[in-house]
C-alpha cells in the first residue's frame, strides 16, 4: 500500500504532470469523442441508404476503445520512458518514496482518468440512446478489464524502453493496430473469412467482443465467456510480464 | 562512530562493449562527521561511481560501505531519510513549478526544512511559479541543491554543485554549505575545481583511476605533497649562465625561454633574497604551491 503521508503529494505530483502535458493530455481527452463523432456522421448521412452499413453499433464500443487504449498507451508508455530517460526515477530512488508506491500512484491516476472518461462516453451513449441505462454496469466492468489488460501493456512499453519518443510512438502504433483489427473500425462483415477467423481471437479483439456484448450489440465474434476468460488471462500474464520486465534505472 | 562514510576495499566493475571496465580499484576513504567533504579528481577518475554507491544506486563489485555505521543496501529506509543526492539531471518533472518541486521533496521527509527558506537560500525566491522546464541552467543547478537540502539531511551527497553557476551564485551556495556544515551537516561533494576544494573543503580525498591516492586537509595535502613555491623572474640573457650556476644551490632551474627563468623552492626567502642582490635579474612572480601541484605530484600527470 502507499504510505499514507506521501499519497497526497505523490498524486498531486502525477495529476499536475499528467494534465499540464497538453499535447499528449489533451489529444487522449477528445479523440474518442472525435472519432465516435464522425462515425455518428457516417451512420447518419447513411441512413436509409440500401446496403450500406450500420456504423451506430460501432460508436460506443469503439469511443471506449480508444479512451481505454489512449489512457493505457499513449500518456502511460511514452511519460513512464521519459521519467527514466530524465534520470528522475533515478533520483527519486534516493529518496525516502518507495519505488512501488510512485508506480502505483503513476497508474491510478491514469485509471481514474480512464474512469472518468469511460463515465463519460457512457453518460453520452445513454442520452444519444446508444446504450440502455441497464447495460451501462456491465460495460464500465468490461472497460475496467480492458483498461488493465492495456495499462499493463503501457506499462511494459514505458517500463523497458528508454526513449520517451520510441515508446510513445509504439504506444501509438499499437493502438491504431489493435483497434483496426479489432472490428470496432473495420466491420468484420466487410472483411475475407479467413482472416477475421485469425483477428478474432487476438487479445484486443476479444475485449471489443466484449464491450459489444455488453452493451448488447449482436456484433460479437466469440461467446462472452471464452472472450471474458482469455481476456483475463491474457490481463494476468501482462501485469506479471510488466512487473518482472520494469527498468527503474539504465545502467 | 566517527565518521560518516566508511568505503574499505572498493571495487567497481562496469561490462561494456569493449571488455570489463574498471571503474573503481580498491578505493579506501572514510569521510568525518560534520563539514565539508571533497572528492577531487579528473573526469572518469570513479568520482561520481563512488557516490552512487554510496546513496545505494549502485552496488560495488566487491567491499564495504558503511554510511553512519550501516548497511546502505540493508537499512536504505533509514539512510534515504538521512542522506540526500542533489540530482544532477536538469530537468526532473519539466512540468512542475519550482515551489510545488520543493514542496513535494519536502513531503517525503519526516523533517524537511521550510520551502521558502531553501528558496531564499538557493536565490529561487522570486521563480517559486517558474516551471522546472522554463529555468536556466543555473537556476536548474541552484532547484537541484535545494531538492538535496531540503529534507534536512545528516549527509549532503552533491555532484558538482556549482557546475554552470556564475560567480556570485557560487559564493552563495558556499556560504550555504558552511552554514550547514556548521551546524553539523556532513557535506560530502565532488568537484574538479581545485580552487573550489581549497577554499570549500575542510578535508580532501584525491581520486585517480578509481583509487584514492591521498586524503587530508588542503593544506595538508599542498604541504605534503606539492613542491614548494614557483618564482619565475627575467634575467638578461648574457647574465643567464652565471644566475642559472648559482640559483642550483637552491633547486634546479627551469629555463622557460630566452630570457624567463623559474625554480621550484622550499626556501622561498633565501632565493628572493639572492634575486634580489641581481641587477640582472626583474620581474619576480611567486606561484604559491597549489592542490594542482599536489595533484600531479600524487598522480603523475595533470588534472584534466
Do not use: M, N, W, Y
Given at each position: 500500500m502507499i504510505q499514507h503521508k506521501h499519497i497526497g503529494s505523490l498524486l498531486a505530483l502525477q495529476v499536475r504532470e499528467l494534465i499540464r502535458n497538453t499535447s499528449y493530455f489533451i489529444f487522449v481527452i477528445i479523440f474518442p469523442f472525435i472519432m465516435a463523432g464522425m462515425f455518428l456522421f457516417l451512420s447518419h448521412l447513411m441512413?436509409?441508404?440500401?446496403?450500406s452499413p450500420d456504423f451506430s453499433p460501432f460508436v460506443l464500443p469503439m469511443a471506449i476503445f480508444l479512451a481505454v487504449t489512449g489512457t493505457a498507451l499513449t500518456i502511460t508508455a511514452g511519460p513512464l520512458a521519459e521519467l527514466r530517460q530524465s534520470g528522475a526515477l533515478r533520483v527519486l530512488s534516493?529518496?525516502?518514496?518507495r519505488k512501488s508506491d510512485f508506480l502505483v500512484s503513476y497508474l491510478l491516476v491514469r485509471l481514474i482518468m480512464a474512469t472518468v472518461q469511460i463515465i463519460v462516453i457512457e453518460g453520452i451513449a445513454v442520452f444519444l440512446d446508444l446504450l440502455s441505462l441497464k447495460e451501462t454496469g456491465s460495460v464500465f466492468l468490461v472497460s475496467l478489464l480492458g483498461l488493465s489488460m492495456f495499462l499493463a501493456l503501457g506499462y511494459i512499453i514505458g517500463g523497458c524502453l528508454s526513449s520517451s519518443q520510441l515508446a510513445t510512438n509504439l504506444g501509438t502504433l499499437v493502438q491504431l493496430l489493435s483497434l483496426f483489427m479489432?472490428?470496432?473500425?473495420?466491420?468484420?462483415?466487410?472483411?475475407?473469412d479467413w482472416l477475421t477467423n485469425i483477428l478474432k481471437w487476438i487479445p484486443s479483439t476479444l475485449f471489443g467482443n466484449l464491450i459489444f456484448w455488453a452493451s448488447g450489440k449482436p456484433q460479437q465474434q466469440v461467446g462472452a465467456t471464452i472472450s471474458f476468460c482469455i481476456t483475463l488471462a491474457v490481463t494476468v500474464v501482462l501485469v506479471f510480464l510488466a512487473i518482472r520486465s520494469f527498468k527503474w534505472d539504465v545502467e | 562512530m566517527n565518521n560518516a562514510i566508511e568505503l574499505k576495499n572498493l571495487v567497481k566493475k562496469y561490462e561494456t562493449p569493449s571488455g570489463l571496465v574498471k571503474a573503481l580499484d580498491d578505493l579506501t576513504l572514510a569521510v568525518p562527521q560534520g563539514g565539508i567533504f571533497g572528492l577531487l579528481g579528473p573526469n572518469g577518475a570513479g568520482k561520481s561511481t563512488t557516490l552512487e554507491i554510496i546513496v545505494g544506486l549502485r552496488k560495488a563489485s566487491a567491499g564495504t560501505v558503511r554510511i553512519f555505521d550501516r548497511d546502505p543496501q540493508r537499512d536504505s529506509q533509514w539512510i534515504r531519510q538521512r542522506v540526500s543526492l542533489q540530482p544532477q539531471e536538469s530537468t526532473i518533472f519539466p512540468q512542475e513549478q519550482v515551489g510545488e518541486m520543493l514542496s513535494f521533496w519536502s513531503s517525503l521527509y519526516d523533517q524537511p526544512r521550510d520551502v521558502n527558506q531553501v528558496a531564499t537560500w538557493m536565490g529561487l525566491e522570486d521563480l517559486l511559479t517558474r516551471k522546472v522546464a522554463k529555468l536556466s541552467g543555473g537556476q536548474k543547478q541552484r532547484l537541484n541543491v535545494g531538492l538535496a537540502l531540503i529534507g534536512r539531511p545528516k549527509l549532503a551527497i552533491l555532484?558538482?554543485?556549482?557546475?554552470?553557476?556564475d560567480v556570485m551564485a557560487r559564493d552563495d551556495l558556499w556560504k550555504v554549505l558552511r552554514l550547514l556544515a556548521e551546524e553539523g551537516t556532513t557535506i560530502v561533494l565532488s568537484t574538479h575545481d581545485l580552487d573550489e576544494a581549497r577554499v570549500l573543503c575542510h578535508e580532501v580525498a584525491v581520486i585517480d583511476r578509481g583509487r584514492a591516492v591521498a586524503q587530508g586537509s588542503p593544506e595538508e595535502l599542498i604541504q605534503k605533497y606539492a613542491n614548494g613555491t614557483v618564482i619565475s623572474f627575467r634575467v638578461n640573457p648574457d647574465a643567464m649562465p652565471d644566475v642559472l650556476t648559482e640559483l642550483r644551490a637552491f633547486g634546479e632551474p627551469e629555463i622557460e625561454d630566452e630570457s624567463m627563468v623559474s625554480i621550484r623552492t622550499d626556501d622561498t626567502d633565501s632565493v628572493i633574497a639572492f634575486l634580489s642582490?641581481?641587477?640582472?635579474?626583474?620581474?619576480f612572480h611567486m606561484n604559491e604551491p597549489s592542490l594542482h601541484d599536489a595533484f600531479i605530484r600524487l598522480t603523475g600527470h595533470e588534472f584534466e
Open positions: 441512413k436509409g441508404e440500401p446496403g534516493t529518496t525516502p518514496i479489432s472490428g470496432l473500425a473495420i466491420p468484420f462483415a466487410i472483411l475475407p | 555532484d558538482e554543485p556549482s557546475t554552470g553557476l642582490r641581481r641587477p640582472t635579474v626583474s620581474q
